[in-house]
């Protein structure tokens, strides 16, 4: 194994990372400005108002997008483990 399939393998677990945490992390973040927006325009300063629809948001995008993050993964296991003979 050299130091390219490292950095390889590196690149692939970053990338999978990022594509399985990006639809979460960017509705968390649209639905926080949102309500920040919200806040802000009728002064309305209670704490759960930011916290509960950011997270009912999240899980209901990890519900309908669930079977994609799980192939993603999956996919990126099962390369691993196949290729695993090249690299030893």
């Given at each position: 194994?050299t130091?390219?399939?490292?950095?390889?393998?590196?690149?692939?677990?970053?990338t999978?990372i990022?594509m399985?945490s990006?639809p979460?992390?960017?509705?968390g973040?649209?639905?926080?400005l949102a309500?920040?927006?919200?806040?802000?325009?009728?002064q309305?300063q209670e704490?759960?108002?930011a916290?509960v629809?950011?997270?009912?948001?999240?899980?209901?995008?990890?519900?309908?997008l669930?079977?994609w993050?799980?192939r993603?993964?999956?996919?990126?296991?099962?390369?691993?483990?196949?290729?695993?003979?090249?690299?030893?």
């Open positions: 194994m130091e390219g399939d490292v950095l390889n393998i590196a690149q692939q677990a970053m999978t990022l399985v990006a979460l992390l960017g509705i973040l649209m639905v926080g309500v920040s927006i919200f806040q802000a325009t009728t309305i704490a759960t108002l916290f629809p950011k997270i009912v948001a999240v899980l209901i995008t990890f519900l309908i669930g079977p993050m799980l993603v993964v999956m996919d990126f296991s099962i390369n691993l483990f196949t290729s695993i003979n090249n690299y030893l």
